[in-house]
């Protein structure tokens, strides 16, 4: 039975008691060969459970007795340092937590599911165990290598959950850490529609048709809009037995790890190590615009880039090019700014890159931008809503200007309602069984069309209107 108040885990002991399990595993282990990870695992979880044994009973004598509940975290706390992820294991475990920041040792900031904000308990005695530990979660996270060090002083990686951590130090005034946890791994247009209200009947049935129709698609919106979960759920629609690419940075999208995606093949960047070579890069370095043209040789019609950040898009561009069914993310303040955005990436490509030569790569390119925008109202009492605002059709050039076509804009309240029916994308849409009639009846209801949204979109705002 508990007895006595609950105390936090005293990190210094976890250290201490982990490295004297960690000295028994390797003399218990020194004479056997082909040694499994799950024996290695029960060899560590037996020698660690004795120990704390040993370090509780030693309590109890000295008048300092734990409760049988501190006793187990202090285990599980070892066991996390000795398998896991140290002290970020509990965070990463809890299904209610969505985002953590941490800065520094002691500053530990946790976003959950419902919009609370709670400070969490220190994760490390100093910033330079904190370092340490993120070290290791690097060194275990991934197969992929990934490391921080003086020279590279930022690491980004997936957890084994699907989570993202992204950390730094020296370019920073205290070690930083910023892990986002993805609640939609496995997530489908209908759930986005009915559960989250990301999107009406008519827009889903326009994106099921235009994944069927093999149009290349752009997600775009600011940061934690739900883009890559957008992503995600279009995924979802490619039949199960084609063959598709996916290239990322760090692994994010887990589209390989579905029993529906038994044919998806995940590409993901490496960070190169040691000298420059003549080229100026670090020897070993992988970056996704190497990736996206070997996956030309590959005979898939897909490629799906996670995230475009950087000169990737003009590889990325020339592959949609001669593909069909491509799908990308991008950051970008409104729908507008969009193709800018996919301009101002690719002057950075190299001298021989125009701002023409890259609007008309685009236009090429791309068949549809959907926008996804955000009103988060969490701190007047409200909640996050995330809705799609726009889809635009991308219609090729005329002149030196790109010619785009609103099928759905905002509404009312700023929720995508039918503008226009498709235009250049109206024959592959007419081949996969879609009617645009279904779009002619709200394109003449002016200002009250409201699309199928059901009902207002009820934010704290709108009733002060």
Request: glycine letters at 10%; one cysteine or more.
């Given at each position: 039975m508990d007895s006595g108040p609950s105390f936090p885990v005293d990190y210094s002991t976890v250290r201490s008691l982990r490295t004297k399990v960690s000295e028994q595993m390797a003399q218990r282990l020194r004479d056997k060969t082909n040694v499994t990870i799950e024996y290695r695992r029960a060899v560590g979880e037996d020698i660690a459970a004795r120990l704390v044994r040993e370090h509780v009973d030693s309590r109890r004598e000295a008048g300092t007795p734990m409760s049988r509940r501190d006793e187990q975290a202090l285990l599980d706390a070892v066991a996390a340092d000795l398998f896991g992820f140290g002290p970020l294991q509990q965070l990463i475990e809890d299904p209610s937590v969505v985002n953590v920041h941490v800065l520094g040792c002691d500053q530990v900031r946790i976003e959950r599911t419902d919009g609370s904000v709670t400070q969490g308990p220190p994760l490390a005695d100093s910033d330079d165990a904190l370092i340490q530990m993120i070290q290791n979660v690097a060194m275990r996270a991934t197969a992929t290598e990934r490391s921080m060090s003086a020279t590279r002083p930022w690491v980004d990686l997936q957890l084994p959950d699907g989570s993202r951590l992204t950390a730094m130090y020296q370019v920073t005034h205290r070690p930083v850490i910023a892990i986002r946890r993805h609640t939609l791994l496995?997530?489908?247009?209908?759930?986005?529609?009915?559960?989250?209200?990301?999107?009406?009947?008519?827009?889903?049935?326009?994106?099921?048709?235009?994944?069927?129709?093999?149009?290349?698609?752009?997600?775009?919106?600011?940061?934690?809009?739900?883009?890559?979960?957008?992503?995600?759920?279009?995924?979802?629609?490619?039949?199960?037995?084609?063959?598709?690419?996916?290239?990322?940075?760090?692994?994010?999208?887990?589209?390989?790890?579905?029993?529906?995606?038994?044919?998806?093949?995940?590409?993901?960047?490496?960070?190169?190590?040691?000298?420059?070579?003549?080229?100026?890069?670090?020897?070993?370095?992988?970056?996704?615009?190497?990736?996206?043209?070997?996956?030309?040789?590959?005979?898939?019609?897909?490629?799906?880039?996670?995230?475009?950040?950087?000169?990737?898009?003009?590889?990325?561009?020339?592959?949609?090019?001669?593909?069909?069914?491509?799908?990308?993310?991008?950051?970008?303040?409104?729908?507008?700014?969009?193709?800018?955005?996919?301009?101002?990436?690719?002057?950075?490509?190299?001298?021989?890159?125009?701002?023409?030569?890259?609007?008309?790569?685009?236009?090429?390119?791309?068949?549809?931008?959907?926008?996804?925008?955000?009103?988060?109202?969490?701190?007047?009492?409200?909640?996050?809503?995330?809705?799609?605002?726009?889809?635009?059709?991308?219609?090729?050039?005329?002149?030196?200007?790109?010619?785009?076509?609103?099928?759905?804009?905002?509404?009312?309240?700023?929720?995508?309602?039918?503008?226009?029916?498709?235009?250049?994308?109206?024959e592959p849409l007419l081949r996969v069984g879609y009617d645009p009639r279904v779009l002619t009846g709200y394109l003449t209801a002016g200002a009250d069309n409201r699309g199928a949204w059901p009902g207002q979109l009820d934010t704290i705002l709108r009733r002060y209107r």
């Open positions: 496995d997530v489908r247009l209908e759930q986005l529609r009915d559960q989250y209200g990301v999107m009406d009947q008519l827009i889903c049935d326009f994106l099921v048709k235009a994944v069927a129709a093999g149009l290349n698609i752009m997600i775009a919106g600011v940061a934690d809009t739900g883009k890559t979960t957008l992503l995600r759920a279009l995924a979802r629609l490619i039949p199960d037995g084609e063959a598709f690419v996916t290239v990322e940075e760090s692994r994010e999208l887990g589209l390989h790890t579905k029993a529906h995606h038994l044919w998806a093949i995940s590409m993901e960047a490496r960070e190169g190590h040691g000298q420059r070579g003549p080229d100026g890069r670090p020897a070993g370095e992988v970056t996704i615009a190497d990736l996206v043209p070997v996956t030309l040789r590959m005979s898939v019609q897909r490629i799906i880039v996670g995230e475009v950040r950087s000169r990737e898009v003009v590889p990325m561009l020339q592959t949609m090019t001669t593909s069909r069914g491509s799908l990308c993310t991008i950051h970008a303040r409104h729908p507008r700014a969009v193709l800018d955005r996919v301009i101002e990436l690719a002057l950075s490509y190299g001298r021989e890159m125009t701002p023409d030569l890259a609007r008309r790569m685009a236009a090429g390119a791309l068949d549809l931008i959907v926008y996804i925008n955000t009103e988060d109202e969490r701190t007047i009492g409200g909640r996050k809503h995330r809705y799609i605002s726009e889809i635009v059709e991308i219609g090729g050039m005329s002149g030196d200007q790109v010619v785009t076509t609103t099928v759905f804009g905002p509404g009312p309240d700023g929720r995508a309602v039918p503008r226009h029916v498709p235009e250049r994308l109206l």
